[in-house]
């Protein structure tokens, strides 16, 4: 069996030997970056199961290097930081972040965090019967494809933006509490803040708008949470 490809992004290195020892004694096979510009360089040509990436770096901070690396990949990425902030921890995973570990941490959560990330994303990648296209008004949805398309034109989403679109497209009418949402798209071990939810759902509604749809499909359904609702005219925008 193949080793695990983990990418460590840190301007720190100490840091950066810290986090080799640990890995390379559970068998990863470890490549690493000093600044965000040189791990985006090496995502373009190399191939990772996990990228650890930390947050306050010189050149790009780890929530710039995370959004480049959502338009085109869907790598998890677990963001390590000394930043407590919820609102921090909030912004890391509304850009995409699968997750975020604060400084210091101890080796067992680290590894913990990590196999959980890569099982999540394994298991989303095994083959799965053909879904049908979800067709609404002025949007179609290609769930095997990952795609969005407003009035003929594509729209990018991250990950975590489009599995949410997706999953409450597929269960129109039904109101979700945002527990329901994180534990269907975040996972059940995840431990942050429920109300990433808002914020994914604040940028999808502004990538639909942009793209030039006329309605919003995401209703708020106040006291519980959010609803797919696919009508030519909402009141809510």
Same mark, same amino acid.
């Not at 407003?150 to 990018?156: A, C, H, N, T």
């Given at each position: 069996m193949s080793k695990l490809q983990v990418?460590?992004?840190?301007?720190?290195?100490?840091?950066?030997?810290?986090?080799? &020892?640990?890995?390379m004694k559970e068998g990863f096979r470890i490549q690493e970056a000093a600044t965000g510009h040189e791990a985006l360089s090496m995502i373009k040509k190399h191939s990772f199961d996990i990228i650890l990436l930390d947050v306050m770096m010189p050149d790009m901070d780890g929530w710039q290097v995370c959004k480049v690396v959502r338009e085109t990949e869907t790598i998890p990425i677990l963001m390590l930081t000394a930043r407590t902030e919820t609102k921090d921890k909030i912004h890391g995973l509304g850009v995409? /972040? =699968? =997750?975020?570990?604060?400084? @210091? $941490?101890?080796?067992?959560?680290?590894? /913990?965090?990590?196999?959980?990330?890569?099982?999540?994303?394994?298991?989303?990648?095994?083959?799965? @019967? @053909?879904?049908?296209v979800l067709d609404f008004p002025e949007m179609n949805i290609y769930p095997d494809a990952r795609e969005v398309r &407003?009035?003929?034109?594509?729209?990018? $989403?991250?990950?975590?933006? $489009?599995?949410l679109l997706m999953m409450l497209a597929q269960s129109k009418q039904r109101a979700f509490?945002?527990?329901?949402?994180?534990?269907?798209?975040?996972?059940?071990?995840?431990?942050?803040?429920?109300?990433?939810?808002?914020?994914? &759902?604040?940028?999808?509604?502004?990538?639909?708008?942009?793209?030039?749809?006329?309605?919003? @499909?995401?209703?708020?359904?106040?006291?519980?949470?959010?609803? $797919?609702?696919?009508?030519?005219?909402?009141?809510?925008?």
């Open positions: 990418l460590i992004v840190d301007d720190e290195w100490n840091m950066r030997n810290l986090l080799r &020892i640990y890995l995409g /972040a =699968d =997750d975020y570990l604060t400084k @210091p $941490f101890e080796p067992e959560e680290l590894l /913990a965090r990590i196999y959980s990330l890569i099982r999540r994303s394994t298991i989303t990648q095994v083959m799965q @019967p @053909p879904q049908r &407003i009035q003929e034109g594509s729209v990018d $989403f991250t990950q975590k933006e $489009f599995d509490t945002r527990e329901e949402l994180v534990e269907r798209v975040w996972g059940y071990d995840y431990e942050g803040e429920i109300r990433v939810v808002d914020t994914h &759902i604040k940028n999808i509604r502004e990538k639909l708008q942009r793209a030039g749809m006329s309605y919003n @499909p995401i209703q708020t359904v106040w006291g519980v949470g959010y609803k $797919f609702q696919a009508a030519e005219h909402q009141d809510e925008k």
